[in-house]
T-cell receptor, first 110, second 116 residues
Framework: RKEVEQDPGPFNVPEGATVAFNCTYS??????FFWYRQDCRKEPKLLMS???SGNEDGRFTAQLNRASQYISLLIRDSKLSDSATYLC???????????FGSGTQLTVLP | GAGVSQSPSNKVTEKGKDVELRCDPI?????LYWYRQSLGQGLEFLIY????????KSGLPSDRFSAERTGGSVSTLTIQRTQQEDSAVYLC??????????????FGPGTRLLVL
């Protein structure tokens, strides 16, 4: 079983739709959780850190469920510019390097 | 401010040759990471440097891979006797850990390596 698993998609949604991604992790001692966005042939860029209490940044909401060991990302009122691959990342245990999921591809259609 | 920079941006080499990839982290960042991203494997950790501590090499796939970080700043990833399966995008990231706050890693644009 992979340490971090994501549904690879692709997710094709119309503009204005709400879309949610989930990511599960296997190491219960994982400390930090992140969502990164990666555009085609570009480097990953941090979208949001994920906090235990959940956090929101504009149209984006991230949540952490430690009991079930998953994190989620909700995008409301999706825009064409949201089209990208979304990567979840976890620091397993006391390690500081990130373990990434394989990414979920999102395409927002006009 | 300046972000993480990497060079070269693209590298084509022949199987069996050695290559060196360079990373300049964000000024003041004490931690530096190397990852690689390939189609079949996703984004995987290679090696991590923190200040003057011994690096965490647990992600290096073979002894053909090595890295050093001089003066706590610039890092070079060296791949000896390259193989076709080494073809990937090599990404460098840096971070600045402050107390117990979450540490954000910022990525460079990567070096695309193609081994023929």
């Amino acid at each position: 079983r992979k340490e971090v698993e994501q549904d690879p998609g692709p997710f094709n949604v119309p503009e204005g739709a709400t879309v949610a991604f989930n990511c599960t992790y296997s190491n219960s001692a994982s400390q930090s959780f992140f969502w990164y966005r990666q555009d085609c042939r570009k480097e990953p860029k941090l979208l949001m850190s994920v906090y235990s209490s959940g956090n929101e940044d504009g149209r984006f909401t991230a949540q952490l469920n430690r009991a079930s060991q998953y994190i989620s990302l909700l995008i409301r009122d999706s825009k064409l510019s949201d089209s990208a691959t979304y990567l979840c990342a976890v620091t397993p245990g006391s390690a500081r390097q990130l373990t990434f999921g394989s990414g979920t591809q999102l395409t927002v259609l006009p | 401010g300046a972000g993480v920079s990497q060079s070269p941006s693209n590298k084509v080499t022949e199987k069996g040759k050695d290559v060196e990839l360079r990373c300049d982290p964000i000024s003041g960042h004490t931690a530096l990471y190397w990852y690689r991203q390939s189609l079949g494997q996703g984004l995987e950790f290679l090696i991590y440097f923190q200040g003057n501590s011994a690096p965490d090499k647990s992600g290096l796939p073979s002894d053909r891979f090595s890295a050093e970080r001089t003066g706590g700043s610039v890092s070079t990833l060296t791949i000896q006797r390259t193989q076709q399966e080494d073809s990937a995008v090599y990404l460098c990231a840096s971070s600045k850990k402050v107390g117990l706050t979450k540490e954000t890693q910022y990525f460079g644009p990567g070096t695309r390596l193609l081994v023929l």
